[in-house]
């Protein structure tokens, strides 16, 4: 090669690395902006968690505040209408009791959602506390059996508490149990006008159990399943505008089985009926870290 050869080739060398050097730089420039902007990005993102935080905490104080300052005059109103319909103060006319008994069922109404509201603060503020305790399943269930048997007047649904096995016995926070199967019955019987609505127990396998409310009710679209257990979901229907809910029994459910161990499932065909179960360990998570 000769020496011309050779100078040229240096030459374009020199060219090529000049103009590496130069992709670099750029290349670098791009790096060092887009680092600049994930830092900003990364900034804003803390803002944003900063302020959602404090509007989060904002909603559980007032949710909280709110529903406190709404249980006193709430449980005053029920205990008068208690009082007049038990005729303390008199006799009334049919009509006199008609229109206390509506105004009694709404404020029951409106205390049950004050009272779910409530939870769903706690448990969203994280200050729900369980009392853990060894309970047959045969005792939460003697307690909605007599809670509920006096409340399911329709003569054309029938309500059954099937005796579960003697062997079944959870340490869990039965009050909180029987709290998440009381908005399942509550709801069947709502949405059952014929049939029956029957509560039961099933060992899955040997560390959990399912604990189950069956209707034979109108039964749940597909695609309203999901939508149900959000807060203030409401499923459209003549069974529905009748007998409308808060809308909040079903998502606290849904939050309160995890607290549990456990976890809500839903099994349900329109026109069918559905089934609800609340799925449990048999002994609550922190007791088996112990």
């Given at each position: 090669?000769?020496?011309?050869d050779?100078?040229?080739?240096?030459?374009?060398?020199?060219?090529?690395?000049?103009?590496?050097?130069?992709?670099?730089?750029r290349?670098?420039?791009?790096?060092?902006?887009?680092?600049?902007?994930v830092?900003?990005?990364?900034?804003?993102?803390?803002?944003?968690?900063l302020?959602l935080g404090?509007?989060?905490?904002?909603?559980?104080r007032?949710?909280?505040?709110?529903?406190h300052?709404?249980?006193?005059?709430?449980a005053s109103?029920?205990?008068?209408?208690?009082?007049?319909?038990?005729?303390s103060?008199?006799?009334?006319?049919?009509?006199?009791?008609?229109?206390v008994?509506?105004?009694?069922?709404s404020?029951?109404?409106?205390?049950?959602?004050?009272?779910?509201?409530?939870?769903i603060?706690?448990?969203?503020?994280?200050?729900?506390?369980?009392?853990?305790?060894?309970?047959?399943?045969?005792?939460?269930?003697?307690?909605?059996?007599?809670?509920?048997?006096p409340?399911?007047?329709?003569?054309?649904?029938?309500?059954?508490?099937e005796?579960?096995?003697?062997s079944?016995?959870?340490?869990?926070?039965?009050?909180?149990?029987?709290?998440?199967?009381?908005?399942?019955?509550?709801?069947?019987?709502?949405f059952?006008?014929?049939?029956?609505?029957?509560?039961?127990?099933?060992?899955?396998?040997?560390?959990?159990?399912?604990?189950?409310?069956t209707d034979?009710?109108?039964?749940?679209?597909?695609?309203?399943?999901?939508?149900?257990f959000?807060?203030?979901?409401?499923?459209?229907?003549?069974?529905?505008?009748?007998v409308?809910?808060?809308g909040?029994?079903?998502?606290?459910t849904?939050?309160l089985?995890?607290?549990?161990?456990?976890?809500?499932?839903?099994?349900?065909?329109?026109?069918e009926?559905?089934r609800?179960?609340?799925?449990?360990?048999?002994?609550?998570?922190?007791?088996?870290?112990?």
């Amino acid at each position: 090669m000769s020496a011309a050869d050779l100078e040229t080739e240096a030459h374009e060398l020199r060219a090529r690395l000049r103009a590496r050097d130069a992709e670099m730089e750029r290349l670098s420039q791009e790096l060092a902006e887009t680092n600049r902007g994930v830092v900003a990005l990364y900034a804003e993102l803390d803002d944003r968690a900063l302020t959602l935080g404090q509007l989060s905490e904002a909603k559980t104080r007032f949710l909280s505040d709110m529903s406190h300052e709404l249980r006193a005059p709430l449980a005053s109103v029920i205990n008068l209408t208690r009082l007049l319909l038990a005729r303390s103060d008199g006799p009334l006319t049919a009509e006199q009791e008609y229109q206390v008994t509506l105004i009694q069922r709404s404020a029951e109404s409106l205390a049950e959602m004050v009272n779910d509201l409530l939870d769903i603060a706690k448990i969203e503020a994280r200050k729900i506390e369980l009392r853990l305790e060894r309970v047959p399943v045969s005792e939460i269930f003697a307690g909605l059996r007599g809670l509920f048997r006096p409340l399911a007047t329709n003569e054309r649904v029938e309500f059954l508490v099937e005796d579960p096995p003697e062997s079944l016995v959870l340490v869990t926070d039965a009050q909180r149990v029987a709290q998440v199967l009381r908005n399942f019955i509550s709801n069947a019987l709502k949405f059952t006008d014929a049939g029956e609505v029957r509560v039961s127990a099933r060992a899955l396998d040997d560390e959990r159990v399912s604990l189950d409310v069956t209707d034979t009710g109108i039964g749940i679209a597909p695609e309203d399943q999901r939508r149900i257990f959000e807060d203030y979901a409401q499923v459209d229907g003549p069974i529905q505008k009748r007998v409308r809910g808060t809308g909040l029994g079903l998502p606290l459910t849904r939050k309160l089985a995890p607290l549990l161990g456990g976890e809500v499932t839903l099994e349900s065909r329109v026109g069918e009926g559905s089934r609800f179960s609340l799925v449990l360990p048999r002994v609550h998570p922190s007791e088996q870290a112990a």
